[in-house]
């Protein structure tokens, strides 16, 4: 939104600087983007001159040879120019040789074409005094040749390049802005008075110009005025509105559409004109579109348009979209006599969805879809009539049509000083509270005891709760008179979450192992999340999110491995030869049909170090990636009961039987994988031909509110332990943790008076001496007492105990 300095100064009567405004600008909410230096810096040797003859250039087309004058006598100047809106007789700016342009442009005798130019015809852009850059300056011919530029313009003007929320549609105007330093600096906003004395009608008076008006559309458009001018002068608008909408960036292009952009810019308020004679059958009509409908709007572009926007129609066709742009079929051009002037309350939401559907955005569009003032609907228009019959002249046709009325007034707020008080936390009289909202217009009705009514201005539909109010205060009153205060507040626990020492815990165990921690999003692509999820891709629909910003980025993450994987690769690909990553994140899953967020650890590696060593290190395997899993679940700060790990049998991501997986999220919470990935699959995918393992934990956020787990220590003993062996003949599908499973449950049922310290695994065996579908099993056990030298004879009893619970209780045979 950009703002005019001296625009702006018509309205806001008060000696407040530029300098003071600028500062005071975003202290009461808008910021300001830029500024910018409206006017001719200091030229020499640019003056006013006059056009006495040219003609064609004997070598370009396009190019007209000048011969121009810039004092009284019979000498001229031969200049080339390229522009075509000037006569003989016309006066205009010339720079002459020497001058130096805005932008540093040096003007210099110079050939063009084979014929010197000596000097340049000056556009009003090129000067730094307006926007017009399509034609040179003609200005008035009473003004001397030779007065130089910057006598003929010495006011400059400052441009604010304000940013507006989208809820203060009120300041997007000269006025508007007017009303909000007035309410900061004090003085007056004294808007134009209506000079015309206008009655007004609820229906149209057939009249020469227009016939018939009505309004079907009702619920989009609730109130409707036309006023119908005939007898109108269209042509250039005077210099003080060309230049008043060059400083807005608008180019002029008559008075009349002139007129109707200046009231947007001075009062927010959207208005448009009709050339009558183009209007078909001399009616209006205020109705949803048909289907398919075709409008040629102002900025020559074709719109189809369908039957959930509104237009303005005439007996034939549409000549405006209702809120957004007119029709260039019934545009005012130099032939126009009459004119059909309107000003409306468009419904913000259907503006705004017609607007999109269009993709055709205007300084219209931009107001209605966010809420006019309803009461600047009648001023509006009011003042564009005033100025149409000062500038372009004419004779008001008939009363001023309002069909329908928006209803103006807004609820009051039932406001408490002592509330709002409380709330910013410094104390002020109420005297100076309501001085404020009075400053803003808001009505102030203190009579009741318990509470205040407050009623703000029609403008104001921002503003409908107590909290908005106490933010209209403090945003007047000034945040830089909020007085100082000692602040207080409560220490920080000294107690960490445990999520947060979980996480600290494993990012100090992998560094210690040696792995490289990467950071990466939580949103990858489609196909990445299909993949790790395997053959059933439900769970992907879900992790979709609705808007993605970017096409790789459109899914939350179901796992760590993937993104580790990409590091990995680009870490080869730029010859890096770390090869161990790892990653604390959160991941998604879809849980009986909720999607939940988890807490997740995973690491990957490479089989083989790629680093040349003098000292060459075994290779990684799947007992490492495993070890290194378990430690993770050790760092958990709850209990988790022994994991039993389960071969992987089928999967696209990680590779069948030399992985495990381990825990269920929905029955215990928590879900561990580890092993060998895929690796026709990774190949494919990331072209990482060498064997990679991988560990993956997943754990529900539910089970850190548990409370963390306690350790009692205990001395060691002294005492030497006593081992025994056991070797066990079990089916080739049974898994070695089943086994420890058992005899570890066996023994606590029996053990009395001593430990077991340690069940473990130390020899599978298949082949020669068993049946075919059969394996063995040699376990050891530990055992130690804490007090004394264990005898032969408990140890033997206790190991006759499992044995015989091994034949009875399972299918198990004991190897002899």
Known sequence: MKISYNWLKQYFKSEVSSEAILEALPLIGFDVEETEVLGPPQMEQVVVGEVIDFEAHPNADRLRLCKVKTAEGDDYHSIICGAKNFKAGDRVMVALPGAVLPGNFKIKKSKLRGIESQGMLCSAK????????????????????????????????IIFHLEVTPN????????GLARELVARFGGTVEAPKIQTDLQVADSLESNSVLQSLSVEATDVCPEYSAICIEGVQVGPSPDWLKQSLESVGLRSINNI??????????????????????????????RYAKEGEKVNTLDEKTHTINDTMVVIADASKPVAIAGVMGSADAEVDASTQSIILESAYFNASSVRKTARTLNLSTDSS??????????????????????????????????????????????????????????????VEDTEVQSVFESLNFEVDTSSESAWQITPPTYRQDVSRPVDLYEEFIRIFGTDKIPAQGISANGINAIDHPIYQFNDSVGAYMTGKSFNEAFLYTLRNEEEVAFFEGKDHAETLNLKLQNPLQSDQSHLRNSLIPGLLDVLDLNLARQNLTSQFFERGRVFRVLEGQLVELISVGFITLAKNLDRKWLERGEFDFYSAKACTEDLFNLLPFKVKERAWSPIEESEFWQAKHSAQAGDLLKEGYEASVGLLNIK?????WGLSNPIFAGSLLIQTELFEKGSKHFRYQALSNQPASMKDLSLVVDKSVLASEVLKNIKHFIAQSIEGFVCEAVEVFDVYQGEGLEEGKKSFAVSMRFRAQDRTLKDKEVNGLFEVIQSAVLEQTNYQIRK
């Open 257 to 286: 559409v002139d007129i109707t952009n200046y009231v947007l810019h001075e009062t927010g308020q959207p208005l448009h004109a009709f050339d009558s004679a183009k209007v078909s059958g001399q009616s209006l009509t205020i």
């Open 168 to 175: 203060r549609v009120d300041v997007l105007s000269h006025i």
């Open 681 to 685: 699959n990774i190949k494919e995918r």
């Open 366 to 427: 931009y107001r209605f879809e966010r809420g006019v003032d309803p009461q600047g609907v009648q001023y509006g228009i009011e003042r564009a009539c005033d100025l149409i019959l000062e500038l372009a002249g004419g004779t008001l046709i008939g009363k001023r049509v309002q069909i329908g009325s928006v209803d103006k007034a807004l609820e009051s707020i039932e406001f408490s000083p002592d509330a709002m008080r409380s709330f910013i936390g410094f104390s």
């Open 126 to 157: 090129e000067l730094n005094i307006g926007q017009d850059h399509d034609g040179i300056m003609v200005l008035d011919a009473s003004i001397a040749l030779g007065t130089e530029l910057n006598t003929l313009y010495s006011d400059t003007d």
